[in-house]
């Protein structure tokens, strides 16, 4: 597992030029002002980068195409970015999306305190496969909102202590992926095709059941299911939605749920280290989905065994 943490101080235009050049590609400092100053962190947990930058800059780039979605809040300052024939300005409390991973754009920033998360293509994939995003802003303020505190919850507290566990890992970048496809206007939000209508049969259900019940110790995403079932996500997603009106990622759950039951039973370690193992970075979140599905509390499971 990856994981890397970095806080970078910039006294100058060049310095910032240079940290914005490695994080997001190729770029040309435009215009900028004397004496500027900049503060940036990065923390990078496998798939997921956050970036978090504020200080006194001013500074106009041109950038070629990243070929990732960077996604941004921006808590202070101004924000401005032109691809497509398109200006957008962004000010305080505004959660965007910065340009199309294959466009090149202008972007410029003033004394800004912004927030960013990257996720590449193929992060988006293994969640819900060939996905376009059809605008910049969210489907709504409340969505916004919950965006953000998904960002800050992942970034400061569950990667920094669980992001060594895999499952865990696993589970926020998807957490962190359908978050930002659930605010951000884009294709998943239309109906399935006939092609995913037909394929969300018995047969594709067995076999994503079964290899699930196989794997359900390691991380696997909506895309290895999809694989091994021989159908598209959004066949899949149908299918576990029309026999067993779930969806495969919460019947992953649940199978680990019941692996979670037989721990505690045989009392192969506390709640806590149970919880993690089957995926839970909160102990709290885990004895909730743990009493919903038995009836009782974890601990009480434990201290039965």
């Avoid at 590449?120 to 965006?147: H, L, M, N, T, Y």
């Avoid at 939000?189 to 067995?206: E, G, M």
């Amino acid at each position: 597992m990856q994981h890397v943490e970095q806080v970078v101080e910039m006294a100058d235009l060049d310095a910032v030029h240079e940290v914005l050049n490695a994080a997001y590609g190729q770029m040309r400092l435009n215009t900028g002002v004397k004496h500027s100053h900049m503060w940036m962190s990065s923390r990078i947990h496998e798939h997921i980068r956050f970036d978090e930058m504020h200080g006194r800059v001013a500074l106009e780039v041109s950038v070629d195409p990243m070929n990732n979605f960077v996604f941004g809040h921006l808590g202070a300052g101004m924000v401005y970015y032109r691809s497509g024939g398109e200006d957008r300005f962004w000010t305080p409390g505004d959660v965007f999306l910065c340009a199309p991973p294959e466009s090149p754009f202008i972007g410029a920033i003033f004394n800004p305190r912004l927030s960013t998360v990257t996720l590449s293509q193929s992060v988006i994939d293994e969640v819900a496969e060939g996905v376009r995003f059809a605008g910049f802003r969210p489907v709504s303020s409340r969505f916004a909102a919950v965006w953000w505190s998904t960002c800050v919850n992942l970034r400061d507290e569950v990667l920094p202590h669980f992001g060594d566990n895999p499952l865990v890992a696993a589970n926020a970048t998807r957490l962190m992926v359908a978050t930002t496809l659930a605010t951000f206007p884009n294709t998943t939000h239309a109906p399935p095709t006939y092609f995913d209508r037909r394929d969300a049969h018995p047969r594709s259900l067995r076999r994503a059941i079964a290899f699930i019940e196989d794997h359900a110790e390691v991380a696997i995403s909506a895309a290895d299911i999809a694989r091994a079932a021989r159908v598209s996500i959004r066949a899949l997603q149908l299918a576990f939605r029309r026999h067993l009106a779930t969806t495969p990622m919460a019947y992953l759950r649940g199978v680990r749920l019941s692996c979670a039951h037989e721990d505690l039973r045989a009392g192969r370690g506390s709640v806590t280290e149970i919880a993690a193992r089957w995926g839970y970075a909160r102990p709290s979140v885990f004895a909730a989905h743990y009493r919903a599905a038995y009836d009782v509390s974890p601990s009480k499971t434990l201290r039965s065994g």
